[in-house]
Structure formats: C-alpha cells, structure tokens
C-alpha cells in the first residue's frame, strides 16, 4: 500500500474577495493562474468542467460506486464546479454562509479520512441522536392510539368507528396544517433548536389523553396531537442533510424509516405491559399507555435540548474542512443559504413554484394508499377475528420485522443501481398479489387474514427512496426546505384519503375498498415509470462560452436554472 499523502497542507486556501455590487451578496474565488489549453474535460452531475493541470490530483468522480476500495489512502476528493477558473464564482458560498472560514476548493483527502468522518456522522448523528431519540420519542406518542384500540377504548369512551376514523383524519390534518409553518420555523432558528421544542410539546398533549371523557375531548386531542408533530420528518430530513452527500442520504433515511417500524415493535411489547395496568387506580390501561408513553417523550425531548449537536465546535479542524468541501462539491447550492436564515414569502412562492418538483408530491399522494386501510384497520380486524388483545398486539408485530427487512433491501438496491422510478416500483409489484388474495379471501379465517395481512404489510416500503429523492432533486436549500414539507404534507393528505376507503357499511370484508386498492396499485405501477422519461438535461449541449453567459446573466433558481440535474 502506497504511503498516505500529506494532505493536511495539501493545497494553499484561495482568496475570498467580495463582490460589492453582486446581486447575490455572494463571494467570488480568485481566478487561478493557469494555461487555458491544458485543461481536463469532464462532466460532473451533467455539468461541463475543464479542470486545468494546476489543480491539485483528484478522484476519478466514481467514488461513490466503489465497493473494493485498493488504496485507502488515495485521494478521495471528487471533481466538482470549483475546479473550473470560469465557473467556481458562479457557485460561491454566500458571504454570511456559516461555515464559509472552512471552505478551501483546493483541500484534498483520502478515502479513509473521508469513511472515518462518515462513520462518526453515522454515530452520533444518525443512530444515537436521530434514531436513537427522536424517532423513538415520535412514533411513541403517534402509534399508541392502535394500541389503545385493541382494548375496550371504544367502549368506555362511547366512540363508534366513524368517530376513531374521524380522530384519525384529525391528527393527520393536524399534523398537515403544521408540516410547513414548522419547516420555516425550523428553517429561522435551526432544527437543532426547533426540534427538542416540538418534541416537548406534543408530549404534553400525548399525555392530557390520560383523561378523555369522550369523542369530544378525544377529536380534540387527536388534532393537537397531529399538530404539534407536524413537521418534524421534513426538520429531521433537513438536518440530516446537512451531514451528507445525495448519494448517501437514501441509505441514511431507509435508517431513519427502519427505526419507525422498530418502535412500532419495541411499542408493542411496551403496550402488553401497560395495559395490565388496567384498573391501577381506578382507571383503564389504555390511560395509562398515553400517560407514561408521554412522559417518556418529555424526557427525550427534554435531554436534546442538549445533546443535539452542531457542525461548528462538535468535529475537529480538520474534520470541518473535510465536510464542508465535501457537502459543498457534492451540492454547490447548500453553500448559498446559512442555516438559521429565514424563508421569505417570496423565496416560499418560488420553492412551491419549482415545478419540476409536481411529479414526486404526485407519487407521494398515492404510493402508500394501497396500505393505509389494511394497517389502520389492523387490530380492530384482528379483534373483531376473535383475537385477544394480548394477542392481537403479538400478531401485529411480524409485519413489522418483515418491512424493516425488505426497506433495508430496497434502499440497498436502489443505492447500489443509483436508481428510484423503477426500483420504487417493487413495493406495488409486491402488493398486487397480496391485494387480490385479500380480496378473495372467504370469511371468518382468522389465520388466513392474519397471513395475508402479515406479507402485505410487510412490504418494501419506499418512502426513504422518495424523500431522498425530492432532497436531491431539490436545487437549492429553500426548496429542500418547503419541498420536504410539501412532499410530506402529500403523504398525510394520502393517509386521510386511506382513512375512508374501507367503511363500515363494507365490513367486514370490504369488498368494494379492496377493489379500490387493487385499482390504485395498478396505477402506480404505472406512474413510477413515467416519471424515468422526465425533466432530461439540456446544459451539457451548450458551449462553454454559452454556459458562462447563461451564468453570467441568468436570473433564475432552482429547477428553473438550465444546468440543473434532475436525478432519477
């Protein structure tokens, strides 16, 4: 193995002057010295770049598809925007960008400098901070009301379905009224602020469900519930984002989503336990399941405050240096808003306007809906099959092990093909059987529906690949912002359609709903692929001249710009 290169002083920082009448109160980096007719020519995300023989060695641009690294000590900076004197200034940082002091187009470092940073990040942000609490404490307080309806919660609350369908659709508009109002707030003050808040707060009203008197009180709780949530996906995504590269983010979320289902086990096991607290007191077990779940949430939330940690101070100098240039050669446009700078109306009328966007919140309204009845209706069907309520928490469990599975795989897959219209596909290809065996399955076989159910909701869920998709499709930091909120917004306002498509007027086979879901499945598996045929990029057919010009006076942003990438 060859010796690892010095590269702590591998390349000298280049100077960073002003632009005074620059429209973007941005920076500009100072044109090297260097032959115009020795260059490299190379394009990077669709862009032309002419790397000149006076830039320090880079990698070959393919370090994200390798698998059988030789050299780990061998340079791993990738080719980017800033090593061409005539477009670097186009992609300059903003002046007030928080990490500007650590942006150095000339660093350089090894793959192993670069795997180890990485698996810091993977650490301490993603499996202890993100997985580790935050999930844990949101699909706590989201998923408890199942578990409460495997009990006699309808009954000692007087509710009828229509009234559980209605709290349902609540907290889902809830939680849709607030996903972008918390995004700009999350946006002003930063996600590592905003986010122990949110936690804490819908742990107080998780906990006022200890005393519902009624559908009243309980339709209320439900929508501020859903409201204090709302949000806080597309503030976590945002955050993870500004530890990772596009290439790296689908992996990450599929983690993100995996630990959703594994609360939904651990929460399972949990509620088996609090429920025998049933009459401690003088009051049911299901009081007791919203009121200690709630009180957990409140810790968590509690301990972020000040356990969530900051890019500045938390990695070494050097470490710093290696993740800003590599964030920024990965996506230029991070570098163009600091990370506590507000959303104005303007920039939130442009981001909704990035209509390149349209196609993925149009896959996000209808890729779940051929799950969301079966899994709303999940323990009411296996109660009303006869189960008991122990054992109805214990058969809603195997599905769950079997998705964490088959979203690790897909995610793997996607990753590895660097591919998601297509790969996407699978989870419909998966359901379509399941939705037909469902919809011929006879009457009162319990074991059955419990089998059907159990691979039917153990499907490759593809929700990581989606919101990964939107991220990296996104073209600026504003539009990551609204267009994760967006995004998810589609996705609750999906979960309220699925809420109504089985009724009780079908039960308790739903007939007419299954043949909805068989329907809509079909159409998705259609609309994925579609989506491969669109928004192709024109900007490698222009000149180098014409693309300086085009940046030289353009005006526009986001998706609108002609050397835009979408990704597909």
């Avoid at 100077?15 to 490299?40: F, G, I, N, T």
């Avoid at 795997?115 to 307080?141: C, N, Q, S």
């Avoid at 101070?313 to 590599?326: H, K, Q, S, V």
């Amino acid at each position: 193995m060859s010796k690892a290169p010095d590269l702590e002083n591998a390349g000298r920082s280049i100077p960073l002057v002003p632009l005074s009448e620059s429209k973007h109160d941005s920076l500009m980096y100072d044109s090297y010295a260097s032959s115009q007719s020795s260059v490299r020519t190379l394009y990077v995300d669709g862009i032309k770049v002419n790397i000149g023989l006076h830039v320090p060695p880079l990698a070959d641009g393919e370090e994200e598809k390798r698998k059988d690294i030789v050299d780990w000590d061998a340079i791993a900076t990738r080719p980017s925007v800033y090593d061409d004197d005539n477009l670097a200034s186009h992609y300059a940082p903003r002046a007030d960008y928080e990490n500007l002091h650590r942006v150095d187009p000339l660093a350089r470092w090894t793959f192993r400098e670069e795997k180890t940073l990485v698996r810091k990040t993977d650490l301490r942000v993603m499996l202890v901070r993100i997985l580790g609490y935050m999930f844990l404490a949101l699909d706590l307080d989201r998923g408890n009301i199942v578990q409460a309806n495997s009990t006699n919660f309808l009954k000692d609350l007087k509710l009828t379905t229509n009234d559980f369908n209605m709290g349902n659709s609540l907290a889902r508009a809830g939680f849709l009224i607030a996903e972008l109002p918390s995004q700009l707030i999350s946006k002003k003050i930063g996600p590592d602020r905003w986010i122990p808040m949110q936690m804490c707060l819908w742990s107080i009203v998780a906990g006022s469900q200890f005393w519902l008197s009624g559908r009243s009180s309980f339709l209320a709780t439900r929508f501020l519930v859903g409201l204090c949530q709302g949000g806080f996906i597309p503030d976590v995504i945002l955050y993870v984002s500004y530890f990772y590269k596009k290439s790296e983010l689908s992996m990450r979320l599929a983690l993100f989503f995996t630990c959703n289902y594994s609360v939904n086990i651990f929460a399972g096991f949990l509620a088996i336990g609090l429920l025998q607290l049933n009459h401690v007191r003088g009051y049911a077990g299901w009081r007791w399941l919203f009121l200690i779940e709630a009180l957990i949430t409140f810790v968590v939330g509690f301990i972020t405050f000040f356990n969530m940690p900051s890019p500045k101070g938390w990695y070494t100098d050097r470490e710093e240096i290696i993740m800003t240039n590599r964030i920024l050669r990965d996506d230029p446009g991070k570098g163009l808003m600091h990370n506590r700078q507000a959303i104005s109306l303007k920039m939130l009328w442009e981001s909704i306007c990035d209509f390149d966007l349209w196609p993925l919140y149009g896959v996000a309204l209808v890729f779940s809906l051929p799950l969301a009845p079966v899994q709303a209706y999940l323990t009411l069907a296996f109660r009303e099959l006869g189960f008991s309520t122990v054992a109805t928490n214990l058969l809603s469990i195997p599905n769950l092990v079997l998705a964490i599975l088959t979203l690790i795989a897909v995610a793997t897959l996607s990753e590895a093909v660097n591919e998601r219209s297509f790969v996407a596909c699978l989870q419909n290809l998966w359901l379509m059987p399941c939705l037909i065996a469902l919809y011929h399955l006879p009457p009162h076989r319990p074991w059955a529906y419990f089998a059907v159910t159990t691979v039917l909701l153990g499907s490759p869920w593809v929700q990581a690949i989606l919101v990964s998709w939107v991220s990296m499709n996104s073209g600026s930091v504003r539009t990551r912002t609204v267009g994760s909120s967006l995004y998810n917004m589609m996705v609750q306002v999906s979960s309220i359609i699925g809420s109504y498509i089985y009724r009780r007027d079908d039960a308790p086979l739903y007939r007419r709903g299954n043949r909805a879901l068989i329907g809509i499945c079909a159409m998705n598996l259609i609309l994925f692929p579609l989506i491969q045929a669109f928004k192709r990029s024109q900007w490698e057919a222009l000149s180098p001249k014409e693309q300086g010009d085009y940046l030289e006076r353009t005006k526009d942003s986001g998706s609108k710009r002609l050397d835009f990438q979408f990704f597909h």
